[in-house]
C-alpha cells in the first residue's frame, strides 16, 4: 500500500467512526428525552390502620394519672365508627365514668378520635393495640410511653 492509500483509508475509517458515534449519542440523547418526559410516578401506599388492621373490639389498660395511681381504662370501638370508653380512677371517690358517643378517623385514617366535647381524646390505631396520644396527637415519648397502651382483649 502506498500512501496515499493509506492516508485514504484513515480518512474513511475516521470519517465511518464519527458516523457511528454521532448516531449512538443521538440515539442516547433521545432515548433521554424520552425517560424525562415520562411523567414520574410515585408509589402512593394505599394501607393505614383503618382498611389494613383489625381494629374492631374491645382495648383496656392503666392510663397514668396525675392525681391518683392510675385510670383503668376499658375503650370499645364498634364498626359502626361509635365507642363506649369506661375510665375507672384508682383510689377515688366517684372514681367511675362512662362516656359513649361517634368516633373519626385522623387525616392519614391510623388516629382515632373520640368525639367527646371538650376533650376528644387521640389514639392511635396498631396491631393489637392503640397508643393514647397527647392533646396535638403526638405520641408520648420517653420513659412513661409504655403506660399509654391500651391492650386489646376481645
Known amino acids: 500500500m502506498n500512501r496515499k492509500s493509506i492516508k485514504k483509508s484513515a480518512t474513511i475509517l475516521a470519517m465511518a467512526s464519527l458516523v457511528f ?3 449512538e449519542n443521538q440515539s442516547n440523547s433521545n432515548t433521554e428525552k424520552r425517560v424525562e418526559q415520562q411523567p414520574k410516578q410515585e408509589f402512593v401506599d394505599e394501607h393505614n390502620a383503618k382498611n389494613s388492621l383489625d381494629w374492631v373490639g374491645t382495648y383496656e389498660g ?6 391518683c395511681p ?3 381504662t376499658t375503650l370499645k370501638l ?3 365508627l361509635t365507642f363506649e370508653l369506661t375510665e375507672v380512677y384508682l383510689g377515688e ?3 367511675s365514668f362512662v362516656e359513649k358517643g361517634s368516633f373519626s378517623w ?3 385514617e391510623t388516629n382515632i378520635i373520640l368525639n367527646i366535647p371538650d376533650r376528644n381524646p387521640q389514639y392511635k390505631c396498631i396491631e393489637g393495640a392503640l397508643i393514647a396520644l397527647d392533646t396535638e396527637g403526638k405520641v408520648i415519648e420517653g420513659e412513661l410511653s409504655k403506660f399509654y397502651i391500651l391492650s386489646k382483649t376481645i
Open 62 to 67: 392503666t392510663l397514668p394519672c396525675v392525681s
Open 93 to 95: 371517690e366517684h372514681n
Open 78 to 80: 364498634n364498626t359502626d
Open 21 to 23: 458515534f454521532s448516531c
Open 70 to 72: 392510675g385510670i383503668n
Open 106 to 108: 385522623g387525616k392519614k
